[in-house]
């Protein structure tokens, strides 16, 4: 084996032996992800080409690319909501990203009531729900004319449409700002467990670091720039990857690739659709985490 | 501060540190320490500010489900209500057949997330431990998992579990093959594959908190001749405590709120997220259903939107409690072994 070879002090029995019971310990997760993971994605991908019917028994005819034709041609909302899942997904990311690392920082430091700030913060993690979003929105709310939700927004839209105005600047910014500040409640609602990451990075950062940067005459904001970020930024790669598939799996796509399925038993354009969203959604994930490798900074 | 000023005992030095005199002091004072207090009441004002809107829909959830049914939506009171009312609750806790949905979901619930740990804690631990390059190549399927929205697979794991046959194996012994939808055991079944809901973020987390832990630990055990199962379940489970707190509390919430899964596989109209995304779709009839379980005093009107609104908060509210009740159990827990060993990419 290549690895005792470089520690051939140790006894190698003691890692080959790990090696086997680690491979034994793994099978029940190798048959897993056969069966309940790789099966099923061929499985969709065959399906999508062919026409399904599983009244008795799973009936298969080639049709081609033919579903996708339909899905992405004909079909009346679902490739605007395709386009529109990831054009929603990437700024949200964004947003969720900045204010996770910004409420961690905020919750690092010493201070009274930290514990208590902490517990409050998390809090939307055991929240993780859609519930709470329709109560706010939907019938109840809506209806009694106290959502306070929608008085902010539009009290901030007043101020940003004044100062935009005021200063002449595009009236694209208008809807940015706006886009921003709707999206508050639902950035904090989903920014729970991304806190909790880079709160733990943040705790990771040697003292001995901060020590030498206070020696050295950095002021608080160097130190940020120099010693923090870069220690926290193999997280944001974790924290971005995790945001965007939180996100995207929030889509709406979701109910209708069940509804082409099980309501209207288009078996195979349900398939076609899955596909497109699984590829788009690998393609968006892999070019994120090429670009972000490239500022990451890995300390070892 | 006048009134130490005024006891003659007090020591003049130690006044005069605590607050300057003239305004050269005050700003000498300023500069020292302005800064500081300036930061921190920022800190205190963002966390009052965000901690409102974190829990903003929790206090509007509970105001509305006590708030007399004549009350709601009218402008009578928005945050406390005037008159403290139990209907809506009672009508919800009726509705819900909220002590066996709750009995019920608590005990698949707990099911998965103990089969959840477990798988995820031994395979994190495999893949932590390994040290054949091509075995660790396999923790790219892990992060693929990760990576791949479930609902993408809904259609094949669909079919699979309403025909569900190991290799045609049962089909040999019964003559039939398994009908396993509508059964908790398709969810115990992925779960105990470690493929369950975010099973692969488990195996991530797991496998980053067991990197940390020192090998030294196993080769210790090793020579006071450890066997490996008693290594991992001995020594390595008992320092995984913090890893072990993370991973249960995200299960369980994550679990509890699940709908897509159970939706999908289970659908026991017992499972309370199950029942109140199915109530929420057609209140009138629900409430109508229940009628005669009532008491005669209420006001129950089932047709009023606005009635139908406060039942269903009462409702989230009685789904969500038993998630925040478990919080506060365990909150101190959580928040250290989260932020202290938890999720270190």
Not at chain 2, 198 to 212: A, D, P, T, V, W
Not at chain 2, 264 to 281: A, P, T, Y
Not at chain 2, 309 to 330: H, K, N, Q, R
Request: charged share 15%; glycine share 6%.
């Amino acid at each position: 084996m290549q690895t005792t070879k470089k520690k051939a002090k140790k006894p190698s029995s003691f890692y080959r032996r790990q090696d086997r019971w680690g491979l034994l310990m793994m099978t029940p997760w190798l048959i897993g992800i056969l069966i309940f993971f790789l099966k099923p994605l061929v499985e969709i991908c065959i399906y999508s080409l062919n026409d399904i019917n599983i009244e008795n028994g799973l009936q298969m005819s080639w049709v081609g690319i033919q579903n996708f034709n339909y899905v992405l041609r004909v079909h009346s909302t679902f490739y605007q909501d395709l386009i529109k899942t990831f054009t929603q997904a990437l700024p949200n990311t964004v947003l969720i990203i900045f204010f996770s690392l910004f409420a961690a920082v905020l919750l690092n430091g010493k201070f009274k009531f930290r514990g208590a700030a902490r517990v409050l913060f998390f809090l939307p993690i055991v929240m993780a729900t859609d519930l709470i979003s329709i109560e706010l929105t939907g019938v109840s709310m809506g209806e009694t004319g106290s959502n306070a939700a929608s008085e902010t927004v539009t009290g901030a839209m007043m101020l940003a449409n004044f100062l935009v105005e005021g200063m002449g600047l595009p009236m694209q910014m208008i809807s940015m700002i706006g886009n921003v500040i709707g999206n508050v409640f639902e950035t904090i609602k989903l920014s729970g467990v991304q806190i909790l990451i880079f709160l733990a990075g943040l705790q990771s950062v040697s003292p001995s670091m901060y020590e030498v940067a206070k020696m050295e005459g950095a002021t608080a904001y160097e130190t940020f720039w120099k010693v923090t970020l870069p220690t926290v930024s193999p997280l944001v790669l974790t924290n971005v990857i995790y945001t965007l598939t939180d996100n995207l799996m929030r889509t709406k796509l979701i109910d209708t690739i069940q509804d082409t399925a099980f309501a209207a038993s288009q078996y195979g354009n349900s398939a076609a659709m899955s596909v497109s969203f699984l590829f788009l959604t690998l393609v968006v994930i892999g070019i994120v985490v090429i670009l972000l490798r490239k500022v990451v900074f890995y300390n070892d | 501060m006048t009134k130490s000023k005024v006891k003659k005992g007090a020591p003049k030095r130690a006044v005069a540190r605590r607050l300057p005199k003239t305004a050269n002091e005050w700003v000498v004072w300023f500069r020292r320490k302005g800064g500081h207090i300036l930061m921190s009441a920022l800190r205190y004002a963002l966390i009052l500010c965000i901690g409102f809107i974190i829990l903003m829909p929790i206090l509007k959830m509970a105001s509305q489900t006590f708030m007399s049914p004549e009350e709601v939506g009218t402008p009578v009171s928005t945050w406390v209500p005037s008159v403290f009312s139990m209907e809506h609750i009672t009508v919800a806790f009726t509705m819900m057949n909220y002590p066996a949905a709750l009995a019920y979901t608590l005990a698949t619930t707990a099911g998965q997330v103990i089969l959840q740990i477990l798988s995820a804690a031994v395979t994190g631990y495999s893949f932590a431990r390994i040290r054949s390059k091509g075995l660790q190549k396999l923790f790219a399927f892990v992060i693929l998992t990760i990576v791949v929205p479930p609902s993408v697979l809904m259609l094949p794991q669909y079919l699979f579990f309403r025909n569900f046959d190991i290799f045609g194996i049962i089909k040999l012994i019964t003559g039939d093959s398994l009908r396993l939808l509508g059964n908790p055991l398709t969810l115990y079944l992925m779960d105990l594959c470690g493929v369950g809901l975010k099973g692969g973020l488990y195996i991530f987390i797991f496998r980053q908190f067991f990197r940390g832990l020192p090998r030294e630990l196993e080769e210790a055990a090793h020579m006071d001749g450890c066997g490996f199962l008693k290594t991992l379940f001995m020594i390595i489970m008992p320092n995984a405590v913090p890893g072990i707190i993370t991973v249960g509390v995200l299960s369980f919430v994550w679990n509890w709120n699940d709908t897509y899964y159970a939706n999908l596989f289970v659908q026991n109209k017992l499972n309370l997220m199950v029942k109140l995304k199915s109530v929420s779709g057609d209140m009138e009839n629900n409430l109508w259903a229940i009628k005669s379980k009532v008491p005669g005093d209420y006001y129950f009107q089932t047709a009023n939107p606005l009635y139908q609104g406060a039942v269903l908060t009462a409702a989230s509210l009685l789904v969500i409690i038993p998630l925040i009740v478990m919080y506060m159990f365990i909150q101190k827990r959580f928040v250290e072994s989260a932020s202290n060993a938890g999720i270190v990419g």
